[in-house]
C-alpha cells in the first residue's frame, strides 16, 4: 500500500477555504485516491475519491496532477460542523481492500 | 436500513476475560473488517473478510479472533483481555466495485480493559 503523509492539523474560521494536501510519492498506476472525513465518537465517513484531474461532489473537492503524486481535498467555506479529522487513503485496484490510516489531519473551524 | 451496527456499544473488562464484538451490516456488502483506534492515533485493521466463511490477517491480528459465518455478520472475539487491548473498536463494509471502494463504518465500541 502506497504510503501517504498529510499536515497533522490545520485550523480555519468559518466561511473560508480549507485545502489539505497529502502525498503519496509511490502511488501505483491503479491506485485510487479517497478521503475520509471522522467527526469525535463517530466511525470515520466517505467524502471523496478520484484517480485523476479533478472531482467535486456536494461536500468537496479533490485535485490530482498529472503525476498523481499528491492530492488537495479543499472544502469550500467550512463552518464549525466541518471540525473533524481527514484521512487520505491510497486504495489498490484489486479484490483485497486493505485500507491504511494514517494519523490524518485534524482541522479545526473557528467562528 | 440501518448499515452497520454494532454491539455493545461500550463495555468494561477485567484483565483476562473474555467478550465478542458484534457487527452486523444490512447493505449485502461481500467485505467487512474490525479496525482498533487508540487515541489521537489512525485506524489500525486487525482482522478482514472478503466473504462468507473466510477471513484474513491485518495489521495487528495478535489477541483477536474473528468469524464469519453468515455474510451479514462480523464477530470479533477477544479471548483473555490485556490493558493493551483498551481501544476503541470500529467494523466496516464494503462491496467489490472493480476501482477503488468505500467503506461503511459502525459507529464504534469503547472497550477498557482493567
Known amino acids: 500500500l502506497a504510503k501517504t503523509t498529510q499536515p497533522i492539523s490545520m485550523d480555519s474560521y468559518e466561511g473560508q477555504e480549507v485545502n489539505i494536501t497529502c502525498s503519496h510519492n509511490n502511488i501505483a498506476t491503479n491506485d485510487y485516491i479517497t478521503w475520509y472525513q471522522q467527526f469525535p465518537s463517530q466511525g470515520p465517513r466517505f467524502i471523496i475519491q478520484?484517480?485523476?484531474t479533478k472531482v467535486t461532489n456536494e461536500v468537496a473537492s479533490l485535485f490530482i496532477p498529472a503525476d498523481r503524486k499528491s492530492s488537495t481535498l479543499s472544502l469550500p467555506r467550512v463552518s464549525l460542523s466541518d471540525t473533524a479529522v481527514y484521512y487520505c487513503l491510497v486504495v489498490p485496484r484489486s479484490n483485497d481492500y486493505k485500507l491504511s490510516f494514517g494519523a490524518g489531519t485534524t482541522v479545526t473551524v473557528r467562528a | 436500513n440501518a448499515g452497520v451496527t454494532q454491539t455493545p456499544k461500550f463495555r468494561v473488562l477485567k484483565t483476562g476475560q473474555s467478550m465478542t464484538l458484534l457487527c452486523a451490516q444490512d447493505?449485502?456488502?461481500?467485505?467487512m473488517y474490525w479496525y482498533r483506534q487508540d487515541p489521537g492515533m489512525g485506524l489500525r485493521l486487525i482482522h478482514y473478510?472478503?466473504?462468507?466463511?473466510?477471513?484474513a490477517k491485518g495489521e495487528v491480528p495478535d489477541g483477536y479472533n474473528v468469524s464469519r459465518l453468515k455474510k451479514q455478520n462480523f464477530l470479533l472475539g477477544l479471548e483473555s483481555a490485556a490493558p493493551s487491548q483498551t481501544s476503541v473498536y470500529f467494523c466496516?463494509?464494503?462491496?467489490?466495485?472493480?476501482?477503488?471502494?468505500?467503506?461503511?463504518f459502525g459507529p464504534g465500541t469503547r472497550l477498557l480493559v482493567l
Open positions: 478520484g484517480y485523476k
Open positions: 447493505m449485502n456488502h461481500e467485505y
Open positions: 466496516a463494509s464494503s462491496y467489490p466495485t472493480g476501482g477503488g471502494e468505500t467503506q461503511y
Open positions: 473478510s472478503v466473504g462468507e466463511g473466510t477471513t
